[in-house]
C-alpha cells in the first residue's frame, strides 16, 4: 500500500513559477513509477509527466515540455514537479500517482494509488 501527498499548489501569475512535491509513505516506493496528472473543471484527467523507478527515464505531455521538469529523490519517498513559464491553461487540479508500470506511462489506468490533488490557478 502506498498513500501519496500532494503539496506545493497556489496562486502565480502567467510567467511564474512552482514547485509541486508528492510525499509518498511506504519502503518500496523506489519500485514504483510516479507520474503527475491534470484535471482543469469541465475537462477529462489529462497525463503531464511521469519518471521511472530508476530516475534516468522520463515522459512528458508535448504541452508541457523545456517548462515541466519532473524528478524524484528515492531517498526522501518524494517526487517533484518543476513548473516554469507557467500558463493560465496550466490551471488544474494536480494529481501525483504510482504504479508499477511497463511500457507508456501515459495511461492513467496503469497507476494504482494516487493522491488527493492539489490546485494550481495561473492568472493573466
Known amino acids: 500500500q502506498v498513500q501519496l501527498v500532494e503539496s506545493g499548489g497556489g496562486l502565480v501569475q502567467a510567467g511564474g513559477s512552482l514547485r509541486l512535491s508528492c510525499a509518498a509513505s511506504g519502503r518500496t516506493f523506489s519500485r514504483y513509477a510516479m507520474g503527475w496528472f491534470r484535471q482543469a473543471p469541465g475537462k477529462e484527467r489529462e497525463f503531464v509527466a511521469a519518471i521511472y523507478w530508476s530516475g534516468r527515464v522520463t515522459s512528458y505531455v508535448d504541452s508541457v515540455k523545456g517548462r515541466f521538469t519532473i524528478s524524484r529523490d528515492n531517498a526522501k519517498n518524494t517526487v517533484y514537479l518543476q513548473m516554469n513559464s507557467l500558463k493560465p491553461e496550466d490551471s488544474a487540479v494536480y494529481y501525483c500517482?504510482?504504479?508499477?508500470?511497463?511500457?507508456?506511462?501515459?495511461?492513467?489506468?496503469?497507476?494504482?494509488?494516487w493522491g488527493q490533488g492539489t490546485q494550481v490557478t495561473v492568472s493573466s
Open positions: 500517482a504510482a504504479g508499477i508500470i511497463s511500457g507508456s506511462s501515459y495511461d492513467e489506468h496503469k497507476y494504482d494509488y
